[in-house]
C-alpha cells in the first residue's frame, strides 16, 4: 500500500508570493490533517478535512487555508508568505480522524523557504 | 498554547542504557497519548500510544507510563540503541484533535 505523498519536496518562494501545496493520503483514509514543524516548536496544527470539509483548525491566520477534494487528496494554500511561515509543512493521513484510536500515517513533507 | 510540552529538547544517552523522555500536558480532557519518532527527511512515524484509562503500555524495547494526577507521560526505550537516535515528539489527543510537543532529540552513543 503506497505511503502518504506530498508535493513538492522543496520550495523557494519570496515574501508576499503565495504557495500551494498537495497531499495524497493513504488509498482509503478520509481525514488528512496539516501540520507546520518549526526548530522549537514542534508540530502546530494547521487544519483538518474529512470528506472534503474542514472539520477542526489550529490557530494560524487566514493566510493559511485548505481544501480537500472527493478523492480526499488535499491541498494547502498560503497567500502572502512571510519569513516566518519558512518551515516544514506535513500532511498526515488516517481513515476516519479519530486521533489517538487509529494511526496517524505522515508524508515526508514538504520544506518551505521564504527569502 | 502549549498544551502539550516537552522540556528536554536534547537527551544524550550511550548505548545499552535506558533513555527516558519526558512529556507533560495541560488539558486534562486529552484521552490518547502517543509517541512519533522522526529521522530527518522523514515524515513522523507513530510509536506507540496510551489510552487515559491506562498507566502503562510496553512494546517491546519501548514503554510509555502515564500518570494522569500528575499529567505527566514518559517514554523508556530500553536498551538504547544506535539506530534510536531521532527526533521524539509526544503527542496528546480528544477526538479529531492532536497537539503536539516540541520533540526532543535522542542521541544514542555506541
Known amino acids: 500500500k503506497a505511503g502518504v505523498t506530498q508535493t513538492p519536496r522543496y520550495l523557494i518562494k519570496t515574501r508576499g508570493q503565495q504557495v500551494t501545496l498537495s497531499c495524497s493520503p493513504i488509498?482509503?483514509?478520509?481525514?488528512v490533517s496539516w501540520y507546520q514543524q518549526t526548530p522549537g516548536q514542534g508540530l502546530q496544527f494547521l487544519f483538518e478535512?474529512?470528506?472534503?470539509?474542514?472539520?477542526n483548525k489550529g490557530n494560524f491566520p487566514g493566510r493559511f487555508s485548505g481544501r480537500q477534494f472527493s478523492n480526499s487528496r488535499s491541498e494547502m494554500n498560503v497567500s502572502t508568505l512571510e519569513l516566518g511561515d519558512s518551515a516544514l509543512y506535513l500532511c498526515?493521513?488516517?481513515?476516519?480522524?479519530?486521533?489517538?484510536?487509529?494511526?496517524?500515517?505522515f508524508g515526508p513533507g514538504t520544506r518551505l523557504l521564504v527569502l | 498554547d502549549q498544551q502539550v510540552k516537552q522540556n528536554s529538547p536534547s537527551l544524550s544517552v550511550q548505548e545499552g542504557r535506558i533513555s527516558i523522555l519526558n512529556c507533560d500536558y495541560t488539558?486534562?480532557?486529552?484521552?490518547?497519548f502517543l509517541w512519533y519518532k522522526k529521522y530527518p527527511a522523514e515524515g513522523p512515524t507513530f510509536l506507540i500510544s496510551?489510552?487515559?484509562?491506562?498507566d502503562k503500555n510496553e512494546d517491546g524495547r519501548f514503554t510509555v507510563f502515564l500518570n494522569k494526577s500528575a499529567k505527566h507521560l514518559s517514554l523508556h526505550i530500553v536498551p538504547s540503541q544506535p539506530g534510536d537516535s531521532a527526533v521524539y515528539f509526544c503527542?496528546?489527543?480528544?477526538?479529531?484533535?492532536?497537539?503536539f510537543g516540541a520533540g526532543t532529540r535522542l542521541t544514542v552513543k555506541p
Open positions: 496510551i489510552s487515559s484509562i491506562k
Open positions: 478535512y474529512f470528506s472534503e470539509t474542514q472539520r
Open positions: 488539558n486534562s480532557m486529552f484521552d490518547y
Open positions: 503527542a496528546a489527543s480528544e477526538f479529531n484533535d492532536m497537539r
Open positions: 488509498s482509503g483514509h478520509r481525514s
Open positions: 498526515a493521513s488516517s481513515l476516519a480522524g479519530v486521533k489517538g484510536q487509529e494511526t496517524q500515517y
